[in-house]
């Protein structure tokens, strides 16, 4: 069974920053392109950031300089590290597998930024 379950999200004020992580499990992980996307309330889903089977990243413009994508292959684990929160970073964050033709989500995590 396929599980990817994110932590860390809540509350923090602009300029802030906080750290989101997901733990996957019953996927092969190291063999997985891991990235994290989000929802604003009334917008569609967007990739934030991916991170490669190699380490390769990329980014959002958006999010280019404040965020960083890390993946722990020891631990099937793929963090956010988010600096410099902004109002406009409000929204539920979600952790995404890819692995030939198959995708995974998680449930998401709520990211509040707000004074």
């Known amino acids: 069974q396929v599980q990817l379950v994110e932590s860390g999200g809540g509350l923090v004020q602009p300029g802030e920053s906080l750290r989101l992580s997901c733990a996957a499990s019953?996927?092969?992980?190291?063999?997985?392109?891991m990235g994290w996307y989000r929802q604003a309330s009334g917008k569609e889903r967007e990739m934030v950031a991916s991170?490669?089977?190699?380490?390769?990243?990329s980014y959002a413009d958006s999010v280019q300089g404040r965020f960083t994508i890390s993946r722990d292959n020891a631990k099937n684990t793929v963090d956010l590290q988010m600096n410099s929160l902004k109002y406009e970073d409000t929204a539920v964050y979600y952790c995404?597998?890819?692995?030939?033709?198959?995708?995974?989500w998680g449930q998401g995590t709520l990211v509040t930024v707000s004074s």
């Open positions: 995404r597998s890819r692995f030939g033709g198959d995708s995974y």
């Open positions: 991170i490669s089977i190699g380490g390769g990243t």
């Open positions: 019953g996927i092969i992980f190291r063999a997985s392109i």
